[in-house]
């Protein structure tokens, strides 16, 4: 017996995500966040929300990342990010949700760096 459909795990984005919805209150956001990124050494992380090239975000999900770029720690630079592209990702818009800026069409190798933290936002 499967606990989900493909089409539930697609909206919910997770069983744990479902069994929230049905059995806990309606008062909060749940969201899944696609990637958290640490770099070691640096105490930087990255928070980013990947989008297909067509995808919209709802509203309840760009709250919470927001308020998530607000964030401060005196340990540990946080930043949060919205990539929207498709796979193999030749070509992506980066928006960084801490002040609202973007970055459009950085390219594949671009990206990469910037994932690995070799590349800064402002130097896409």
Do not use: W
């Not at 309606?26 to 899944?32: L, S």
């Not at 980013?48 to 709250?63: F, T, V, Y």
């Not at 960084?96 to 910037?114: G, H, S």
């Amino acid at each position: 017996m499967t606990y989900r459909t493909q089409n539930e795990l697609s909206y919910y984005g997770s069983d744990l995500n479902k069994f929230i919805a049905k059995f806990c209150t309606r008062k909060m956001i749940v969201n899944n966040i696609d990637c958290i990124i640490y770099k070691y050494g640096q105490s930087r992380i990255r928070i980013i929300e990947s989008k297909h090239g067509r995808e919209k975000s709802k509203k309840s999900q760009l709250d919470i990342l927001k308020l998530l770029s607000q964030m401060k720690s005196e340990t540990t630079f946080l930043e949060v990010f919205m990539i929207c592209g498709d796979p193999p990702y030749d070509s992506v818009d980066i928006f960084r949700l801490n002040d609202e800026k973007a970055v459009m069409c950085v390219e594949r190798d671009k990206l990469i760096k910037f994932l690995n933290f070799q590349l800064e936002f402002n130097d896409l």
